[in-house]
């Protein structure tokens, strides 16, 4: 079912420091900032040959990212991104089979416009998984 | 400096369940496991069109995932690794920049049969980055 890893995010406490870390230290290719108040986050894009790092500063007072930064104060690997071709049908699958998908389980519009779903951690070995349609 | 990313390390506390679901709930196709007693894991691979996902179930007393299955007993994401050119100068240009590298900063052979370096969370965001000559 699942397809390319669409990406890897990364919660930071500052994006301009973690921008500068990616271009400056690991020589990578980095976007400018990207606010995305109806997610919480402010985001930078890093592509590399066959995937991207998406870094997540915090945005507004009610941000997805802030609990995981208050416990993780040097930021983290917050959540990885695999591609689906349905995402209703996938979504329907990783249900039957006892999977939770967080929130109301129904697809919302993610970073990239296109339809996401995030999975309980507890039910894929600790890592938050989101799953975006292709 | 920094090209594709080669893979992210998943650590478990148990590999057969692990590979389960992956295997079977996420539908994507999982390796036989194999025992690195030199890294102190045992291993599956998970291929993806564009990269590889590692499983890691630590092996031995002395496994280096081991601390991290205590803090995180569901498991978790563990480390990212990004592929280099070439990994003695990666690893001297990152120093030069105040980068610390793990260890004795001398590359070791790592799970795929090439030298590998692990770069300081605390310098990277709080994540554990790997780098592997290509």
Redesign the interface.
Known sequence: ?????NH?A???RDLSV?SE?YR?????QVSAPEALPEHGVTVVFIT????K?E?LEPLGSDSPIAKFLEK??????HH?C?EVADIGAARD??VS?G?RVLGSGEPKIGAHGKPVLFLH???????LVELEQA
Chains 1, 2 share one sequence.
Do not use: E
């Open positions: 079912m699942i397809g390319r890893l890897v990364i919660a930071v973690a870390v400056s230290t690991l020589g990578a590399l040959p066959n995937t790092i870094l993780n104060p040097d930021g983290g690997i990885i695999y699958q990783l089979k999977a951690p507890k039910d894929f070995l600790g890592a």
